[in-house]
């Protein structure tokens, strides 16, 4: 049967389904009566809120929660579970002060949440399990300096695309350089393997050539995520123009499925590099976006 879904997809219990069915209900209630707007400061404000969805599963992933709230940040779960929790907060303080006051809150909580799960991924790694930041952190200065000379092409090719989207446009290339280095770095430093099928193929395609002793197996993952980032950019420019609300919704909804399996793979190779537990990164984003959850062959 054609596997179309990483392994590492699963449900939970019902009963956790009907918590967090309950608290999606309830963001979008309070989004709905909200109508908030989405612009380039509101796609920059959600950035911390994605980074903290993929921290709570890579903590899952090494047995950190107890049994009776483990559960809640699984996969793919945990998206919903940090977008119910994400939709109220959000909903609420748009109800109450703004756009203005949305964003603002939305940029504290979820910095705040970000330190939390960071700092306790810190304390698993130095006291549970491994602790290294070497090749995840070289995974994210590298995204930095490709997405720097990415956005500087992009720039000379297609400065409307590029004025237009502003930092929304850049989040989503560096997401998705970040997924794809990450990825890469798990595959052929780190000894991991890829779970969904289409990058998992694209990977295969490259152990065949003949760069793969020089630039690896996933570098031609790297490189068609980066094309495909640009090409959003682009592509989405005028949409972003034209309805700006809608458009750069969907930006942050792209660079949320890239960032979020970026984030992920750098939590989790950082915590457990030497001896990966489990399956790697936001399935469910995966298989949309051929993103890149991991695991160890």
């Known amino acids: 049967?054609?596997?179309?879904?990483?392994?590492?997809?699963?449900?939970?219990?019902?009963?956790?389904?009907?918590?967090?069915?309950?608290?999606?209900?309830?963001?979008?209630?309070?989004?709905?009566?909200?109508?908030?707007?989405?612009?380039?400061?509101?796609?920059?404000?959600?950035?911390?809120?994605?980074?903290v969805g993929a921290g709570l599963y890579a903590l899952y992933q090494v047995d950190v929660f107890?049994?009776?709230?483990?559960?809640?940040?699984?996969?793919?779960?945990?998206?919903?579970?940090?977008?119910?929790?994400?939709?109220?907060v959000w909903g609420?303080?748009?109800?109450?002060?703004?756009?203005?006051?949305?964003?603002?809150?939305?940029?504290?909580?979820?910095?705040?949440?970000v330190l939390a799960v960071l700092g306790l991924a810190l304390v698993v790694g130095i006291t549970r399990t491994t602790l290294d930041i070497a090749w995840p952190g070289a995974a994210l200065v590298g995204a930095v300096v490709l997405t720097a000379l990415t956005w500087g092409?992009?720039?000379?090719?297609?400065?409307?695309a590029t004025r237009i989207t502003g930092w929304a446009g850049v989040l989503v290339v560096f997401a998705h350089v970040l997924d794809g280095l990450s990825t890469a770095v798990g595959v052929d430093q780190l000894g991991f393997g890829e779970q969904t099928p289409l990058s998992a193929a694209i990977i295969t395609l490259g152990e065949g050539l003949p760069t793969e002793p020089f630039l690896?197996?996933?570098?031609?993952?790297?490189?068609?995520?980066?094309?495909?980032?640009?090409?959003i950019v682009v592509f989405v420019a005028d949409y972003v123009e034209e309805v700006p609300s809608e458009g750069y919704l969907l930006l942050a909804a792209v660079a949320a499925v890239?960032?979020?399996?970026?984030?992920?793979?750098?939590?989790?190779?950082?915590?457990?590099?030497?001896?990966?537990?489990?399956?790697?990164?936001?399935?469910?984003?995966?298989?949309?976006?051929?993103?890149?959850?991991?695991?160890l062959p």
């Open 258 to 295: 890239g960032l979020g399996p970026g984030v992920h793979n750098i939590v989790l190779f950082s915590i457990s590099p030497a001896q990966p537990t489990t399956a790697a990164v936001a399935p469910l984003a995966a298989s949309l976006t051929a993103a890149c959850p991991i695991s």
């Open 216 to 231: 690896g197996t996933a570098w031609l993952f790297v490189l068609l995520k980066l094309a495909l980032a640009a090409a």
């Open 1 to 51: 049967m054609l596997q179309l879904l990483p392994s590492g997809f699963s449900l939970p219990p019902v009963q956790y389904l009907l918590v967090v069915a309950g608290g999606v209900a309830l963001a979008l209630l309070a989004l709905g009566l909200a109508r908030p707007s989405v612009r380039e400061v509101t796609v920059l404000a959600l950035t911390p809120w994605m980074v």
């Open 153 to 160: 092409a992009l720039g000379r090719l297609a400065p409307d």
């Open 66 to 88: 107890p049994d009776v709230v483990a559960p809640f940040f699984g996969s793919p779960i945990v998206y919903l579970t940090v977008f119910a929790l994400l939709g109220f």
């Open 92 to 113: 609420l303080s748009s109800l109450l002060g703004g756009r203005e006051l949305a964003s603002m809150v939305l940029v504290v909580s979820g910095a705040g949440l």
